[in-house]
T-cell receptor
Framework: SQTIHQWPATLVQPVGSPLSLECTVE??????LYWYRQAAGRGLQLLFYSVGIGQISSEVPQNLSASRPQDRQFILSSKKLLLSDSGFYLC??????????????FGAGTRLSVL | RKEVEQDPGPFNVPEGATVAFNCTYSNSASQSFFWYRQDCRKEPKLLMSVYSSGNEDGRFTAQLNRASQYISLLIRDSKLSDSATYLCVVSLGTSGTYKYIFGTGTRLKVLA
């Protein structure tokens, strides 16, 4: 069965510090991968998605970047965090094979507080 | 206009009640539709996919109206454990690339 791992679960970082969040998927090949952010009391905002190794699409201009160095690894990074980067970061994956099966599954999330 | 709109609630209902949520979407090219459930401070989890013919899973019934571009979720015999935020999701895309648009969610509180 497929599983998605995301870490760390919580993170407290000072303004201006770097960030690296990692997400890995097991039990599937060539998935679509996604990074979302959910601010307190808000909906999910799509940040990046990837359809393959090295292929990253950015949805909103921001202080963050993403990379996909391996098929089932997706990394979210920042060189210098801002207060506004605080939020709940969620990694997700979906299959690519058919429209009927394109359900999206989420990792447990990382709660980031920038102070 | 938001791409996916939901009434944020909260809907406060007694145990055993029937409650319905609606969701509208703006992009007529949307291809797949889902309801997710999100508990406080947790990740969203798939509740059910929504099919054009309507579908039922136990106490939950989902309907899709493509002509009017809305999706509904009906919960019968509400349980305390149904308290959560319900997210309406639509997806669209081609050639294996699917994007998902989330509503901001409808909060449900089931009261004893």
């Amino acid at each position: 069965s497929q599983t998605i791992h995301q870490w760390p679960a919580t993170l407290v970082q000072p303004v201006g510090s770097p960030l690296s969040l990692e997400c890995t998927v097991e039990g599937t090949s060539n998935p679509n991968l996604y990074w979302y952010r959910q601010a307190a009391g808000r909906g999910l905002q799509l940040l990046f998605y990837s359809v393959g190794i090295g292929q990253i699409s950015s949805e909103v201009p921001q202080n963050l970047s993403a990379s996909r160095p391996q098929d089932r690894q997706f990394i979210l990074s920042s060189k210098k965090l801002l207060l506004s980067d605080s939020g709940f970061y969620l990694c997700a994956w979906s299959v690519r094979v058919s429209l009927a099966k394109n359900i999206q599954y989420f990792g447990a999330g990382t709660r980031l507080s920038v102070l | 206009r938001k791409e996916v709109e939901q009434d944020p609630g909260p809907f406060n209902v007694p145990e055993g009640a029937t409650v319905a949520f609606n969701c509208t979407y703006s992009n007529s090219a949307s291809q797949s539709f889902f309801w997710y459930r999100q508990d406080c401070r947790k990740e969203p989890k798939l509740l059910m996919s929504v099919y054009s013919s309507g579908n039922e899973d136990g106490r939950f019934t989902a309907q899709l109206n493509r002509a009017s571009q809305y999706i509904s979720l009906l919960i019968r015999d509400s349980k305390l454990s149904d308290s959560a935020t319900y997210l309406c999701v639509v997806s669209l895309g081609t050639s294996g690339t699917y994007k998902y648009i989330f509503g901001t969610g409808t909060r449900l509180k089931v009261l004893a």
